[in-house]
């Protein structure tokens, strides 16, 4: 097998999974920027109740 054969190949699978990988990464990415670390529902009432019962 010839190296630039090798070498082709390498890059259609690198461009094939960039093509289908790459809207889900940009869509994650682009979801994760609006949350706040605040605490609410279920997570804020654990950590009342560890709180109180640290005293």
Not at 24 to 41: E, F, I, N, T, W
Request: no cysteine.
């Amino acid at each position: 097998m010839n190296i630039q054969n090798t070498i082709a190949t390498l890059l259609r699978i690198t461009a094939l999974a960039a093509f289908l990988v790459g809207p889900v990464g940009a869509y994650a990415y682009a979801q994760s920027g609006d949350k706040q670390s605040g605490l609410s529902g279920a997570g804020f009432v654990l950590y009342m109740s560890l709180q109180r019962n640290a005293y």
